[in-house]
C-alpha cells in the first residue's frame, strides 16, 4: 500500500509538471522561467533521485527520473534561448 500510494503521489507531482514542460518546448519562450530557481529546482530533483536510489525507493526514482529529465530539458533551454 506504502507503494501505491508513493506511485500516486508521484505521478501527480510529475504530470503536474508536464504542461509547462510542453509550453515550453513547443514555443520556446523561456523569459519567464528564473534561471536561478531552475538551477535550484533541478538540482533538487537530481538528489532526490539519488535519494530514491539510495533507498531502493521506486516510486522516488520513476518520478524524479522523469521529472529530472524535463527540468533539464527546459533549463537547457533556458540557458540556450535567453
Known amino acids: 500500500m506504502n507503494d501505491v ?35 535550484l529546482f533541478t538540482a533538487g530533483v537530481a538528489l532526490w533521485l539519488v535519494y530514491g ?11 524524479n527520473a522523469v521529472t529530472l529529465a524535463l527540468a533539464l530539458a527546459i533549463l537547457v533551454m533556458k540557458l540556450r534561448y535567453r
Open 5 to 39: 500510494i508513493g506511485y500516486i503521489a508521484a505521478s501527480l507531482t510529475t504530470l503536474s509538471f508536464l504542461p509547462q514542460a510542453l509550453h515550453t518546448f513547443r514555443t520556446r519562450d523561456v523569459s519567464g522561467i528564473s534561471l536561478g530557481m531552475y538551477s
Open 53 to 63: 536510489l539510495l533507498l531502493g525507493a521506486w516510486p522516488i526514482v520513476v518520478a
